[in-house]
Nanobody, 111 residues
Framework: VQLQASGGGLVQPGRSLRLSCAAS????????VGWHRQAPGKQREFVAR???????DYADSVKGRFTISRDNAKNTVYLQMNSLKPEDTAVYYC??????WGQGTLVTVSS
């Protein structure tokens, strides 16, 4: 399985970004896919996950601001990030379990 994250960039506080995680491989449609992030000087942390059936789970720090969704026909998971804060600045990774990780996409929230 290969995962390709994209959509990061520089954005002002309060604005939005949508990240995409495109996957290859037949297991995608039955897999729980997660987003994680790592800020400079900090450990990687969980952000959100979505099960094959669409059940979602979020870190408290992003609840109400971030929305994870998936399109199994496109083998893609999305992370819609609204009301971004400077503390959301990090490299964002998508993953299937702990075995398969994408390369990360940088999100910088700054004025």
């Amino acid at each position: 399985v290969q995962l390709q994250a994209s959509g990061g960039g520089l954005v002002q506080p309060g604005r939005s970004l949508r990240l995409s995680c495109a996957a290859s491989g037949s297991i995608f449609s039955i897999a729980t896919v997660g987003w994680h992030r790592q800020a400079p000087g900090k450990q990687r942390e969980f952000v959100a996950r979505i099960s094959s059936g669409g059940t979602t789970d979020y870190a408290d720090s992003v609840k109400g601001r971030f929305t994870i969704s998936r399109d199994n026909a496109k083998n893609t998971v999305y992370l819609q990030m609204n009301s971004l804060k400077p503390e959301d600045t990090a490299v964002y990774y998508c993953a299937i379990g702990s075995a398969f990780w994408g390369q990360g996409t940088l999100v910088t929230v700054s004025s």
